[in-house]
């Protein structure tokens, strides 16, 4: 298994409930993974703590060959975990052009090979063009393709997602999340996202988990785990 997360819990000191409750999930190399849940699921906490933004009470967390944190006192901070991380609201330098932001995270490479690896996540999001832009002259749906080319660019074990479509507008979802997921597979990337939006898991996902406060409640393929769910509600709003 790529990603190995056992026995994740974690709970804030505000709160009387546990946030996060004995959270598991083993992934395949260059599977796309949706947490699917209601808003106070503890949906964003897990991304948090699998990011290495929040500390867990306990569980371990695995990546490739490397522990991010374990019992034993393991705990890797979040740079040096070596993820691809695209927030909700794309947090692209406003002051750098668009082939600027992509190479940022490419620091240690020689300067050659910065401009051939921008070169290539520029024609993979087809924004050749777009090079020499600023974020503030880019759509939404452009400014995320940029987000998602800067996460992709060093080639990351594991790619986090928060909410992906949650800023864009309704027409460009459907299209947007097509070019997402295209995207993702062409590079074979390991990826978690999360979302409150069953049609995200949908066409994105190759397997859900649901969660419901803060715990495991269905893991499956879209067309199962989503079927049972609309039958249910169906179900329920029949009786």
């Not at 992934?27 to 699921?41: A, F, H, K, P, T």
């Not at 600027?100 to 063009?129: C, P, S, T, V, Y």
């Not at 759509?139 to 997602?161: D, M, T, Y």
């Amino acid at each position: 298994m790529h990603v190995q997360i056992s026995d994740l819990c974690f709970d804030y000191s505000s709160s009387k409930t546990p946030t996060v409750s004995d959270f598991s999930l083993h992934m395949q190399e260059g599977e796309i993974v949706s947490i699917l849940g209601e808003s106070g699921s503890g949906k964003s906490t897990i991304l948090r703590l699998i990011a290495g933004l929040e500390t867990p009470k306990k569980g371990c967390i695995q990546v490739g060959d490397r522990a991010f944190c374990q019992g034993d006192g393991v705990y890797l901070p979040v740079e040096k975990r070596g993820l691809g991380m695209v927030f909700q609201d794309y947090a692209l330098f406003p002051h750098m052009t668009v082939e600027a932001n992509i190479m940022f995270g490419l620091k240690r490479w020689k300067r050659a090979e910065r401009k051939q690896r921008a070169a290539e996540m520029l024609e993979l999001i087809h924004m050749e063009d777009f090079r020499k832009r600023y974020p503030y002259e880019l759509s939404g749906g452009q400014q995320q393709r940029v987000a998602l080319a800067r996460a992709l660019a060093p080639k990351p074990s594991l790619l986090l997602l928060d909410e992906p479509f949650s800023n864009l507008d309704a027409h460009l979802q459907q299209r947007i999340r097509d070019e997402l997921r295209n995207t993702i597979k062409h590079t074979g990337t390991t990826t978690i996202f999360v979302t409150h939006d069953e049609e995200d898991a949908r066409v994105l996902a190759d397997r859900v988990v649901m969660v419901e406060k803060g715990a495991v409640k269905q893991v499956g393929r879209p067309c199962d785990i989503l079927k049972e769910t609309f039958r249910g509600q169906t179900a329920h709003v029949e009786a």
